[in-house]
C-alpha cells in the first residue's frame, strides 16, 4: 500500500470526513480514489469513515481499508443516526486543521479535493461544492431540490446555489462551532454565513450512483421546510429572545388600555358593545404580560445554556505592523477546546475502532469496540 505524505508520524493536516450508510458496494472504490487524489497534495491526511450503523458489510470492508492504511480513521455506530450526525463525530475524531467533506457513495468525486483546497486557501473560510450536471432524477430530486434551494435562499439570504452538495472544504475553527443536530447538515452553508464565515461556492462534479441505493426520497423536502423554520426563527432571536417579545408584548399592552379605555368611557353607545371592548381589552392585556413573561422565561434559558458564549462570530486577528492574518476562536470560548477536553455526549454512542496513526490496529473483535467517544 502506497505510504503517504499523511506517514504514521506527521500529525494531519488535512482530515476528510465521509458518512457512511450500507454502502459496502462503494467503500474501497472511494477509499482507492482518495488515496489517488491526495497523493499529490504535498501535505499529511487523515480520512475518517463513520459507519451510522450500517446493516450490510459496509464496516467489514471499512475494517480492510484501514488494515491496510493508518491514515484511515473508523467510526462506528451502534444504529442508523443520520448523516448530520455521523458528520459531527467525525469531524470530532479528526485533528486535521481543514476539514473535507463528502458523500460516501462516489457521487463526489474525491479528484475535486485539490482544487478546493487551493481555493480554501486564498483566504476563505469555507469552499462549498456546486454539482455540475447532477445526476440525480429529474423530478423526485433536481426539482424538489431546486425549490428548497430557492427558497432558502429568499428566506437566509445566503448566496450559495446548491445547498445539497455535500462536498466541501472548511477550517476546523469553522467546522467545529457548526450546529449539526437533527438534519442540518443540509443548512451547512447557512450556519456558515451566519457566524460570518468568509465562503465561496465552486462548480464541482457529480457522478450517478453506481452502487447501493440514495437514503433519502421526496419525504426529505418537507423535513427541510421545518429546518428551514427553525433555522430562521432562531437566527433572529436567538441571541437575544427578549427582544423579538418585547415588541409585540408592549404593541398587546397598548391595544389593551386603549380598547378598555374605549370600554370605560364609553365610545360605543350599547352596554353589550362596552363590556365587548371591555373583554377584548382584558384579553390584549393579559396577551402582553403573557408575551412579555414568555420573552423573559426564553431570557433566562438562553443565558443559563450558555448559548452566547459560542456565539461570537469567526473572527480574523491582524498583528499591527505584520502581515499576518489569522483566522482565530478565543481560547477561553473555543468549541475545539472544549470540545477535546468534554466527556462523549450520551446522546451519540459512537464507537471509534482506531485512532489515526495506530500502527497497532487488528482487525480482531476486541480492536472493533475499542473505546467510546471522541478521540483523546
Ligand atoms: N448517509 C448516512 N446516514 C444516513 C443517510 C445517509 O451516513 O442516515 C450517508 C450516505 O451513506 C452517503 C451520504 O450520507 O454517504 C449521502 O447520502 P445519499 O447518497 O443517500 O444522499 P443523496 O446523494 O441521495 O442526497
Ligand atoms: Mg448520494
Redesign the pocket.
Known sequence: MQQPLGSQDAAAEVSVV??????EGNVRPLYEELVRALAGLGRPWEVCF?D?GSRDGTWDQLLDVAGDDSRVILVRFSR????TT?LAAGIRSTTGRIIVTL???L?NNPADIPRLLDVLERGYDVVHGRRQRRQ?SFWT?RLPSLAANWLIRRVTGTEVRDL?C?LRVMRRELAERLELIGEMHRFIPVMADSLGALSVEIDVQHRP?SS?????GLGRTFRVLRDLAVLASLSRGRRTPMSRFSGSAVASGLLGIGLMFCGIVGIAGSAAARTAFLLAGEIAWFSSVAMWNLGLLAEHLVRGSGWEKNALPLYRIVAPGSESVRSAVSPQISPMDSGRSAAPPAVIPFLQAKTAHSPSFQKSPESQSACMGTRP
Open positions: 465521509i458518512p457512511l450508510y450500507n454502502e463513520v451510522d442508523n443516526f443520520g448523516q455521523a458523500d460516501g457513495d457521487q440525480d430530486r445539497g455535500a450512483r447501493g441505493r440514495t437514503k433519502y
